[in-house]
């Protein structure tokens, strides 16, 4: 792979989509000339500024606002304007910008935030969130951030950005000799999706999860599929799978005793992965906490070392989750990999087999890295469901509620009559005004429970 530019990239720019990426705390938008007065709370800033050893003018800072603006339409990057979502305060600026290193062109991230927002962990944030931008959706082959020798606290977010140092150089800036250091972060260039199917094994009176089968595809980071691998395995003390287990995953409890033990399984697992690993870095992912967690507790009841590239697997359930929106709500932080799929419309169902899971979560990460709008029918769909669901489990409370009201007061034939402090009666007030189906009455000097038995 080429290093640095090389040819000019094609990256499309589009005025009508402001909002470039998000983080948990902040999203990053292009600037404008609305932007103005808060750029130059930064650039005018002498404490923000002294690694440019001055603080701009207003005239220098319009000419940097200009010339963000110009990137947006040449390059399709630039520094964009860092908003944070609580309460839209503008807190500085992040991006990429191609910049001039040793006689080659790179794409840098760099980050300048107003003072009164440092080291709270947003430059760190949105750097990261950069990065994923960078490999994942403008595919490039590495970034950089080139950084002043004495400016330790953007150092720090450098190598918080797993960058290295890989040359030191001066600047000639201001009349002034400044040594500046270039850090370096390359894309992974291949991504690793894992899944595990699991059962229940009973072990000195308890049960334990354990792993019984491992599946995971390898795709460039262009996202061909590379190759892929699975097995079944016999966890040490395994008797025969649990009927719903056995359902779902339409294995075989035959098929689980005649496989490998976990530690001949992950010793065939890291020979296949290596083979890979060796050429180019490698970046896991899987869905949701359960398959992390139940190979480390199966690794650990079996004295086996879990392997590296498992153990710091990314989750990509809750940024899959959170990219389905309904009227500006997130629908569900956690939704399944079935409701996932129908709603980013890839076809079949969730197969409850290890490698064909790690493939449909590989196929909707994708989706989600090229932000490939979601169905806005399958989204009305999923949000009609679970409020059936609530509002079934609603219901079912209350009947509960009733039924337990029925057997305490089976004595009594008609009403019973309840008084409440007037406190209580204001709490009951208020849980009526959200749920009108609330089964109680009031009177102005107590409360009475109808009903009907």
Known sequence: MQEGIGKKREFVYNNSMKKVLETKRVYLREMDYTDFDDLCEILCDARVMKAYEHAFSKEEALDWLKRQMQRYKEDGVGLWAMIRKSD????????????QLCNRQVYEIGYLLKYEHWHHGYAREAAIACREYAFHTLKLDAVYSIIRDTNYASQKVALANNMKPIVTFVKHYYGMDMPHIAYEVKNPCLCLYVDSEFDAVRYAG?????????????????GNQVTSFYETIRPRYFKSLTRVVSQITKLTGQEIRSSKSLAEVLEHFERWLCQYQKQQPVLSFSFGPDDKRTLNKHCELEKVDMPL???????LQRPLSQSVVYHGNVVSPTLSLDALKKVYGILGKVEHNARSDALDLMELHHCYQARQPVLEEEVLKLVKKREEKAYAARMKQQQKLYQIMKERFAFCSGKVEIRFYPEVLQAFATWQSYDEQLPLRFRKKGVYYEAKW
């Open 309 to 315: 590239v498992l153990q710091y697997m990314q989750d």
């Open 88 to 99: 839209q305060a503008f807190l500085g600026q992040c991006g990429i910008t191609v910049q």
């Open 206 to 222: 308890k049960h334990y999860q354990c792993v019984i089968s491992l599946g995971a595809v390898l795709c460039d980071f262009q």
